[in-house]
């Protein structure tokens, strides 16, 4: 992100008149006694402060800036629509550049106001008016101006914040293509998609074991870590962090385990892989050339593993390889139950790899909300920039 050619020191108190927001001076149950489409604003640290929505007129008309006084300084927020008030919530009128504060430069303002105020206030020491207008805002400012008399570069403010939009929405669109969605629309749930939830629900269920539906179970090999060469494998040790990911090796003598396979740690985690790889000792490796399981029933199959071993390894009894044939786990069987040669059940391929899929949907788009979210205060990106 760019940096601005200037900064300069601005007192709250000079941009803003401070002052308390509008309410109805009504009790909660009498506020909240009827419900609506009006947000009321309370004393909330999240949600964008939204403490409920009620059937009244609003009392202010949005595009401002509030806060709690009775709380930390974390209730920093823009309100970019009309709402209700409430007792304790203060809002910032500008004292002028009224016409140039919209949207994008609050935004901006709110990040610095938030930054400026960290770890200054708490339950003992409020937040009030007279602190919040005494506290001073490093922003960009004009290179015409002066430090002594510095003017708010409202360009480069508005310019960075779009610069912010269109890197989540690059982020947001890169990580729907990856998983093969073309929009955002694309991971809204269809009829069918809520069919398979439904059917899943009512799904029976058999009884497998991991040796039953894995033909390859093999430990890896053990390469310390410095006789490993720079290469272009990626070398699987035990772990959590990074998927247990170590390092990309080019050790000839390195066993390259194919994609599409499920790795168990010596701790009894459980990963899929979607690419060639190496592995360690300390890892066991699930695969079978004569099932083509695809990548959602893998992922379906994943967790159930790492939940029927839970807590059974640590470091002073280690999962092995031999370990897994012998593990049972629960799977959905097909609705006619059809049996194969000696009499057992036939697991519900296709339901599990539909159901992954609208679990995909699901998480994808939850993770566009909390993207939303963090978009609506830039806070993270505007702090570290």
Known sequence: MPEPEFWGEFRVGDLFEIRPTRNYGLTNSELFSISGEVPVIGNKSVDNAIAGYVDLEPTESGNMIVFSDTTTSDGIFYQPNSFVGYSHMQGLYPKKHDDKLNETTYLYIVSAFRKSTEGLYNYGSKFTRKNAAEHILILPRTSTSTPEHPEPDWEFMEN???????????????????????????????????????????????????????????????????????????????????????????????????????????????????????????????????????????????????????????????????????????????????????????????????????IEKKVVKNLKLELDQRLATYNEVINNG
């Not at 779009?162 to 990580?175: G, I, K, Q, S, T």
């Not at 398979?196 to 497998?208: C, D, N, P, S, W």
């Not at 959590?240 to 701790?267: C, H, Q, R, W, Y």
């Not at 470091?315 to 006619?336: G, M, Q, V």
């Open 160 to 358: 960075y914040v779009r610069l912010v939009e269109a890197h989540y929405v690059h982020l947001v669109e890169a990580h729907l293509t990856s998983l093969g969605y073309s929009s955002i629309e694309d991971v809204e749930l269809t009829d069918d998609d809520l069919a398979t939830l439904q059917e899943m629900k009512t799904a029976e269920f058999g009884e497998f074991t991991v040796g039953e539906l894995f033909e390859f179970i093999k430990r890896g090999k053990r390469i310390k870590s410095a006789d490993r060469v720079s290469g272009d494998l990626p070398f699987i040790t035990a772990g959590v962090g990074n998927m247990g990911f170590s390092a990309n090796i080019g050790n000839i003598e390195a066993e390259v385990f194919p994609k599409n396979s499920l790795t168990i740690d010596m701790f009894g985690t459980v990963f899929y892989r979607g690419y060639n790889f190496g592995a360690d000792d300390h890892v066991a490796v699930l695969h079978d050339d004569n099932v083509n399981y695809s990548q959602q029933v893998l992922q379906f199959i994943q967790p159930n593993i790492e939940n029927a071993i839970k807590g059974q390894f640590s470091y002073s009894r280690n999962f092995y390889a031999s370990d897994a044939p012998e593990i049972t786990i629960n799977l959905p069987i097909t609705n006619d139950q059809v049996q194969v040669q000696e009499d057992r059940l036939t697991p519900n391929f296709f339901l599990m790899s539909r159901y992954i899929k609208v």
